[in-house]
């Protein structure tokens, strides 16, 4: 998702998110309806199918890499001992094996938003919202979590909203611009048709 600040970019990550609530229409995520959600299901949702990740990484000041990343999910009720297991091969995968136990004020402004993408897969979401998630990294270490991002979305759906329309055409397959709150451009538009199950099939064999 692409724009100019003021556009909607964010609101809209926030809709997606249960964050804002949208005064009109329908969104819909995987099986949840999100707009008439209550606040309890808006948390379930949030555990179940949502990583976020932020253009500050938000993460605890006083809790290592490692129990920034098990956290959520202890708190979703996953033993400590099977949490802790989970986050350091996620740790391991995004390349901060030796970091582990360091504190976010010890680590780079890159490890910190690694260990930020870490956490939100902990409880192995579907859908994974980046708000701008190299807007305060330079240049190189942009390119480490954009390509970091790119592998996750491998095997799950990632919404980026970004400044950078050149990250944007480099990774993405499918760029959303907005302006004033409204689409004006849309690379690979919504068609209107639900793929059935069996359509779904035939694309991964693709």
């Known amino acids: 998702i692409v724009g100019e600040s003021g556009s909607g970019k964010s609101t809209l990550l926030n809709i997606i998110a249960g964050i804002d609530t949208a005064t009109s229409g329908k969104v819909v995520a995987g099986k949840w309806d999100i707009i008439n959600l209550k606040e309890k299901e808006l948390t379930e949702y949030r ?8 253009q500050f990484h ?5 809790f290592t890499a490692l129990e ?3 956290l959520p999910a202890y ?12 986050a350091k091969v996620l740790l391991e995968d995004v390349g901060l094996s030796d970091r582990m136990n360091h504190l976010p004020n010890e680590l780079s402004g890159g490890e910190r938003q690694r260990v930020a993408v870490a ?10 919202l980046a708000d701008e998630p190299t807007g305060a990294l330079d240049t190189e270490t942009s390119v480490q979590v954009m390509e970091l991002l790119k592998e996750v979305a491998n095997d799950r759906l990632v919404i980026m909203v970004t400044h950078n329309p050149k990250l944007a055409s480099e990774y993405s397959s499918r760029i959303v611009k907005l302006k004033d709150g409204k689409v004006i451009d849309d690379t690979n538009p919504y068609d209107g048709k639900e793929n059935t199950k069996e359509d779904l099939e035939i694309e991964k064999q693709k």
């Open 75 to 86: 708190m979703k009720g996953s033993s400590k001992k099977e949490a802790i297991e989970k």
């Open 68 to 70: 920034n990343v098990f």
């Open 119 to 128: 956490r939100s897969l902990i409880n192995d979401p579907k859908l994974i």
């Open 47 to 54: 555990a179940d199918f949502l990583g976020l990740v932020f």
């Open 58 to 62: 938000h993460l605890l000041k006083d």
